[in-house]
T-cell receptor
Framework: KAGVTQTPRYLIKTRGQQVTLSCSPISGHRSVSWYQQTPGQGLQFLFEYFSETQRNKGNFPGRFSGRQFSNSRSEMNVSTLELGDSALYLC????????????FGPGTRLTVL | GQQVMQIPQYQHVQEGEDFTTYCNSSTTLSNIQWYKQRPGGHPVFLIQLVKSGEVKKQKRLTFQFGEAKKNSSLHITATQTTDVGTYFCSGGSNYKLTFGKGTLLTVNP
């Protein structure tokens, strides 16, 4: 099976702009989670989608949003970008209705200037 | 809320030495997962432990889940340069999943 894919792999934006990141889970996986990874904070959970519904949410401001489509593909959006949003954004899919076991994509490296 | 602490944060070893990282939770976990992230890469799932006192082995890696299901360890025997990376644990209970901050392992050849 193909792994989790994320596009784009790299992005450079300026403060105030918005960005949309895309994730395609492993075929058959219905749970998709998003994480922000920075050197200082480690892996921070953003949100999880299952069957097009947001099931869990981390402690991030409302500028971070996401959605899941009927084919389980997911997107996350960050509006009004801040310098501190520079990070590696990882998408992970799970084969179960619980997200215990996560299969991560390669990530999108976002740099905000 | 649920907290998962990993120690040590960093570990530098000579190739051939053993390495152990520990994961401790503030609450009882339903299960625990271990991941490895190579420098510049993404986390890769290694294993899941579910039962109290469970021990699983993958070649030179030994994973253990504590009897109280609040801690876990990952032990690598005779490290190799290919073992370099950050090892994360994640613990779940009641559909909440928490990641530790990881242990960065560097290996001197």
């Amino acid at each position: 099976k193909a792994g989790v894919t994320q596009t784009p792999r790299y992005l450079i934006k300026t403060r105030g702009q918005q960005v949309t990141l895309s994730c395609s889970p492993i075929s058959g996986h219905r749970s998709v989670s998003w994480y922000q990874q920075t050197p200082g904070q480690g892996l921070q959970f953003l949100f999880e989608y299952f069957s097009e519904t947001q099931r869990n949410k981390g402690n991030f401001p409302g500028r971070f949003s996401g959605r899941q489509f009927s084919n389980s593909r997911s997107e996350m959006n960050v509006s009004t970008l801040e310098l501190g949003d520079s990070a590696l954004y990882l998408c992970a899919s799970s084969p179960f209705d619980r997200r215990d076991t996560q299969y991560f994509g390669p990530g999108t490296r976002l740099t905000v200037l | 809320g649920q907290q998962v602490m990993q120690i040590p944060q960093y570990q530098h070893v000579q190739e051939g030495e053993d390495f152990t990282t520990y994961c401790n939770s503030s609450t009882t976990l339903s299960n625990i997962q271990w991941y490895k992230q190579r420098p510049g890469g993404h986390p890769v799932f290694l294993i899941q432990l579910v039962k109290s006192g469970e021990v699983k082995k993958q070649k030179r890696l030994t994973f253990q889940f504590g009897e109280a299901k609040k801690n876990s360890s990952l032990h690598i025997t005779a490290t190799q340069t290919t073992d370099v990376g950050t090892y994360f644990c994640s613990g779940g209970s009641n559909y909440k999943l928490t990641f530790g901050k990881g242990t960065l392992l560097t290996v001197n050849p």
